[in-house]
């Protein structure tokens, strides 16, 4: 038996941290790394249950060991967010920007105001196919840019928290990487600067471990 409740003690020795990093996501993206993956996992799944606790939020998550092309991404977002057909696409009405934009009401209940996505596992992509990684990073970002800066309609704030290996730490660090400005498709500036008149998305780099005590 104690070695059943050693295994099922959390790899933190912090309490109560989640409020905490909720709090971080007032103001930022959120890049969570660890080299642990027992660690990651239970990071990840922790907030999620937390957020999902909160009133007013929705929660999204992405499992990141299972995306690895814009068909995978997809087959995930469309189980995250109802809605009608969804095109393998990025932009478009119809495609993953579209997606992120809708927004579910029900009768009798306010509308949510903060969506969270939790991508587990975030550095798969990113290490296999860093352009499609930063074309899906700047749609979540770029969308809450928008809803938070520019949409006139009830205010609904999108925070992704991307959660992996150390390879998310060294790519926070590069100034023209995913995490710290937005995708370039060569025919001037940036889509997103151009549409909310924000310069470049603003994510914190959050080292797990720390919750270790």
Partial sequence: MSALTRQSEPPFGAIDWQP??????DESHLVAWSGNPRMRLHFAASLAHFLDSLRDVEVCVFY???I?????????LERSIPGGPLDRRIDGGRGITGRLRMRQTFPGRMPSKYRYYVWHDAD?????N????????DA?????????????DLLLIHRVVYVGSPLLESVSGQPRGPF????????????????????EPTT??????????
């Fill in 68 to 76: 690895n092309d814009l068909d995978s991404f997809c087959h995930q």
């Fill in 130 to 137: 860093i352009p499609l990684f930063w074309r899906l990073a």
């Fill in 204 to 213: 914190t780099v959050f080292h797990i471990d720390g919750l270790g005590g």
């Fill in 64 to 66: 990141g060991r299972f």
């Fill in 140 to 152: 979540l970002m770029g969308v809450g840019a928008e809803a938070e800066y520019v949409d006139d």
């Fill in 20 to 25: 905490d990093v909720t709090q971080m996501l």
């Fill in 180 to 199: 710290r400005s937005w995708f370039r498709d060569g025919l001037g500036d940036p889509f997103w600067k151009v549409v909310t008149g924000v310069d």
């Fill in 124 to 128: 798969v992509l990113l290490r296999d």
